[in-house]
């Protein structure tokens, strides 16, 4: 079974104001903490507070895939904005942690937390376009030793999960074994928990999503019928989740649902002026940073409004969303493996 490619489209008119807008959903939130830093100092201190972080670097060396080479021009070194292209890991989790997490699905402390989303998210040089590649987390990978924060490592394993990296090994797990599977270097890492998710939907009024089919999932305590829905945070963290009751019950169908929506949540934040509520602003900020985990590299709001201000220009329509092509796993009907060479080929165009 091999991912088909879908442009993001914009289906609610304005298109003109739209584009003045930042259009892929990690980095128009980005966006939004470029407005928030324009607030009083103390607002400032405390978002920039709430962001947490994990040295991939150090913890991975230097073995690890080449970086891209950066194609930024001459002419453009008197910019203070990077223009070069980046590939970045965009996971989220639902984490154990915290009784708002616990309560929104995440179990309990001691069960660990997992995975459940994960994209590539490939900037090309020049910032105006980028491919969002979705990985199945029911994958099966070799998951390479990675480093322990306690010292160590944890052992080599073949056929697992792929979102077991993260259960084992955290963040820089994550990121290695996506390193491991498609020799590609992951510049960057951003994470957001359940809790996070839900109050950035309910901050920005809820967000409005179509539906092909009826749902019914017990496990995601979801009900919809067919048709459009205004949802709410915790609702649209149940449709993040759903994956029983809807096409084979796999996680392939609920990529589907994921990158609807990723734009619904585009469309929503686009037709929110935030400029002129500096409540709502500062709610949206806040929910961002405060369930956002990224490397040291994007840990303070002035890294993340320079990521944010550097993609400007990029368009819906400058964006795709792939899944990473897959196929039934031949020892496990449950389970899927890349699909080769298409899948080799998509990792090869991002780099």
Partial sequence: MTGEESACEDD?????????????????????????????????????????????????????????????????????????????????????????????GGGDETSGARSDTAMVVHIDAGRTEATVVSIPRDTLVTRPSCPLESGGSTAVAHNVMFNSAYSVGGAVCAVKTVESMTDVRMDHYIEIDFSGFAKLVDALGGVTVTTDEDIDDDDSHLKLKAGTHHLDGEQALALARTRHGIGDGSDLGRIGLQQKL??????????????????????????????????????????????????????????????????????????????????????????
């Fill in 12 to 104: 609610n008119g304005g298109a003109g104001r739209r584009r003045r807008r930042l259009k892929f959903a990690g980095f128009a939130l980005a966006g939004v903490l470029v407005l928030g830093a324009g607030g009083a100092g103390w607002a400032f201190w405390q978002l920039n507070d709430n962001i947490k972080s994990v040295d991939i670097n150090s913890a991975l060396g230097d073995d690890r895939p080449a970086k891209l080479q950066s194609t930024q021009s001459p002419s453009a070194s008197a910019s203070p904005l990077p223009s070069g292209a980046l590939n970045i890991l965009v996971l989220g989790s639902d984490s154990r942690s915290g009784e708002e997490n616990a309560e929104l």
């Fill in 262 to 351: 990723v734009k619904a949540l585009l469309a929503q934040i686009a037709s929110t002026d935030l400029l002129t509520d500096p409540t709502q602003l500062y709610e949206v900020a806040d929910a961002i940073t405060g369930s956002l985990t990224t490397d040291t590299g994007l840990d303070s709001l002035n890294e993340l409004m320079n990521l944010g201000e550097s993609l400007r220009s990029l368009s819906a329509d400058a964006t795709k969303t792939v899944m990473m092509p897959v196929a039934p796993a031949p020892y496990d009907s449950n389970r899927v493996v890349a699909n080769e060479p298409e899948a080799s080929e998509l990792w090869e165009s991002l780099k």
